[in-house]
């Protein structure tokens, strides 16, 4: 009989764990047992609720509920016990006082936003985000009132105070850009932040908060597509934002969190929720008059997802490492971008800021050969897929030239850091080996101009 051992990883009880305290329970524990906490005889796994309504018996309780003097749920667009049970799950794995999960990253990140500004708002962001975000600010939150500056996060300090008006209402980044792959100096955002008094918003998805926590870096609100790694599975749409409970929103730039809410029996969101007075008015206001919100069924498979987080991660982060090593060395790539690489400028952010010392598992790589290689080793592909997709457990590519940049003209594709010989990798938790062997036999189709 094989006896277990514990010596060879010296792994001991940790002390700061009481584990009758589940809020000190270790990441890892959380991932599995955070957010449903089962009663005698109940479910151990996350039952699906598949109700949109909920019994009472007496109209005074109901009206509590409507005028937020009591908590509960009313109808499944503003709250359901799975869904709050995935909320609940990923506010203990950021650190948060709470959350709002939705029906997809682009409507957390909407959410998060309309929270906090008004026509006549002004936003900086960083013009390093994903595509999506991107055109929610330029295209469609202009057309509503709200401005932003897109400025270069690699810009000093100095510049970068330039982009503040008196009007702006917060700053807002991505921890790892998608699809330029840059990490944010979170020290000169919160820097800036605290200067101009303005709440920090961060999109942690390509990251994850096994890799990095961001509420303690300074930033105040956290925002994820939940589609990617938080799911892992490509399954299902989902987002989810996160309150730091970290700011102080009356500083008088945000009378609506503050003054009374005729809506809501005139409920001051900072008097009545205190820490939570963000996510509470964002639920109260924003899911019930948008709409977008979580299913129950896909925050059953969020859930799921997470329960494997700190898995998957250093795993698709050992993968991405290797993968990127074997490109930068091989003569038909032109150029790899991987923050984990040795030779990437981000690696130094990984090491001041990141738990987990990895680069989560996208890559891009430029591959010689115009055009005609591209298709050919894409065509090549055994193990990896072409999917517009990140974070999936399966190893996939994508070339943003013909897909997700299609749309714009090479000189303005160029100016987002999009090089017509990009290739994105998201890769995989598969075996390495294989990884590495699919993208040389392709590599070597896409050379000899194969078919
Ligand atoms: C995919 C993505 C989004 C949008 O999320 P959806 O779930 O596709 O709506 C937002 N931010 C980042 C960084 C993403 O990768």
Redesign the pocket.
Known sequence: MTRISSKKKNISANSTTNITDPSTWNFATKCLQAGWKPKVGEPRVLPIFQSTTYKYEDVDDVERLFALKQSGNKYTRTGNPTVAAFESKITELEGGVGAVATA???AA?LLAISNLVKAGDHIVASKTI?G??YTLLSVRLSKLGIETTFIDPEDSIAELRKAFRPNTKLIFG?TIG?PALGILDFEKFSKLAKEFDVPFLV?N??ATPFLVKPLKLGVNVVIH?A??YIDGHAVA?G?VVIDGGNYNWENGKFPDLVEPDAQYANTSYTKKFGRAAFITKARAQYLRDFGAALSPFNAFLLNLGLETLHLRMPQHSTNALALAEFLSKHPAVNWVSYPGLKSSPNLKRIRKYFDYQGGSGVLTFGLKGGRAAIRSFVKALKVAALVVH?GDARTSVLHPATSTHSQLSPKDRLAAGIPEDMIRVSVGIEDPRDIIADFEQAIAASTKGGK
Request: net charge negative; proline share 0%.
């Open positions: 997809s990253g682009q990140v994903y999506g975000s991505e998608n999109d998805t390509l597509s589609t990617k749409l987002g990140v």
